[in-house]
């Protein structure tokens, strides 16, 4: 009975970790293609694609749509598409672990956010330890780019936001919020990389590429961590994902060749073990990353 209970875990782990892998791996990807494109054009790139594959796979216009929710639906595209425009934004200037450890902060203050256990004060602390240890405040650190450090905490703003809304919206929409989220951030950020980039950015030799970003950063990973979530508790979940700054740090080191300090390390880890702590301890929230 225990060895079939393994068994019964293995499936969903292989698939969470898939997709952690999918959207780091994405992401780095999306840092090397910048210097060609721009960052405007990436975030084009994902948001519009990415809109299409899950306008395919949800079918959002099989569903009534209730007027008076709406604007929940539209508060969750525009933190969706701002999410991902400012974490590129960050990425460009930072490295990929630090900037998704930065972003972290957002999910983990609507964790805690009105929180009064004492054990929540802890990770509290943690976070604090992390963001010392992150943001060059003396200016003593000339690798990490301030502006970078801004770009990176305002994504984790948006992705609050976007967890808050998308709630809001979920509540009434269901699985349709994910398609008409993605449609409203691609209406608002799709021409902002065209006017960045000119209409050449969707130029014939530049499609793979994109395709390929939107595919592992937002279409693939969203459909393995809904086989995940069907499989596990949810708490199991929020806390393996909770090791993502990690996994991002890893492939900035493997892939992009971004070395990071002892004590950006620490930073890391602090607020990895402040998410998992948060996770383990508090009610889970429940969003779906799809985009991040």
Known sequence: MMVHSQRGMLLPL???FAAMISIQGGATIAKQLFPIVGVEAVTAYRLGFSAIILLIIFKPWKRKLQVGYRRYLLFYGIALGTMNFLFYQAIKTIPLGIAVGLEFTGP????????RRKIDFLWIGLVVLGLLALIPLDGSNEDINLKGVIYALSAGACWALYIIFGQKAGNYYGTATVGIGATIAA??????????GGIGIFAPEHLPLAITVAVLTS???????????????????????SLEPALA?????IILSEVLSVVQIIGIIAIILASLGASLSSKPIETVKTLD
């Open 219 to 241: 279409a693939l990973p969203y459909a393995l961590e809904m086989m995940a979530l069907t499989r596990m508790p949810a708490k199991t979940f929020g806390t393996l994902t």
């Open 187 to 196: 209406l608002i950020y799709v021409p902002v990389g065209i006017a960045a």
């Open 249 to 253: 740090a890893i492939f900035g080191f």
């Open 108 to 115: 983990l203050a609507v964790a805690l956010f009105g929180s």
């Open 14 to 16: 292989i698939y969470l």
